[in-house]
């Protein structure tokens, strides 16, 4: 589904990302571990052609998506959450959702915004009111959703858990294990390990732009040095 190889990017001449190798297979749910700093946020931006690549390979669904714009990257069916949910304050529930398949998907508008207030009841009974007076966890509600108004063929979720309450962040673990048994793949990039751990197939380590472990969470969770030094367990 995704295969990105020698992966290396940043921001100007500053380079962030040294040599990704990195793949999310169909079906899967993908945890991407690291703490602040490590370059998930700067991987995300540039697998959705947010960032430029220096060099490196993007394929995705058999398409090589290096060097892209973002617009084709959405088009292709890859679809990222961002960190912070972004959603627009001054528009309503519904017109945010909208707003997720002005690219990809318009002509099924109608029954996926019917399937989104079907996962999130609370959407639904919002939908009128501006998306800047939602909670925290109904906010990050509505980034995915508008989200899956694209159809994604794979959604990349950007630590989706930062900020909500410890309720919320169980409510959005469940839902996205919910979503990736419906059959969507996940690339689930956080910094909640043990929830992270809980629901992912494999794992990758993220430390200094660099992967440092891939393998089962199992494997993962196995390795005390790793453990220790990267994930803070």
């Known amino acids: 589904m995704l295969d990105v190889a020698g992966l290396r990017g940043g921001y100007g001449r500053v380079e962030v990302l ?21 370059g998930k946020t700067t991987l ?50 519904q017109e945010n959702l909208e707003l997720g398949s002005y690219r990809r998907a318009r002509s099924a508008r109608a029954g ?39 159809e994604p063929r794979l959604l990349v979720l950007d630590e989706p858990s930062l900020g909500l309450s410890p309720v919320a962040v169980e409510e959005l673990f469940a839902l996205i294990g919910r979503l990736n048994k419906e059959g969507l793949p996940i690339l689930l990039v956080e910094q909640n390990v043990g929830q992270s751990l809980e629901i992912a197939k494999r794992a990758y380590v993220l430390e200094n732009g660099a992967i440092v472990f891939q393998g089962t969470p199992a494997e993962l969770l196995a390795n005390a040095e790793l453990k220790r030094a990267y994930l803070g367990l």
Not at 23 to 38: D, K
Not at 52 to 70: E, M
Not at 73 to 87: D, S
Not at 113 to 138: N, Y
């Open 112 to 150: 996926n915004l019917q399937r989104v207030f079907d996962v999130f009841p609370k959407l639904k009974q919002r939908s009128s009111q501006r998306a800047g007076t939602l909670s925290g966890g109904e906010q990050q509600m509505l980034a995915i959703g508008r989200g899956l108004m694209a």
């Open 18 to 38: 040294r040599g990704i190798d990195l793949a999310v297979r169909p079906g899967e749910i993908v945890a991407l571990l690291g703490s602040n700093g490590a």
């Open 44 to 93: 995300n931006n540039t697998l959705s052609g947010l960032l430029p690549a220096f060099s490196g390979k993007i394929r995705f669904a058999d398409q090589d998506l290096t060097g892209a714009r973002y617009t084709d990257i959405v088009a292709a069916g890859l679809i990222h959450v961002p960190e912070g949910r972004r959603v627009f304050p001054n528009l309503t529930v």
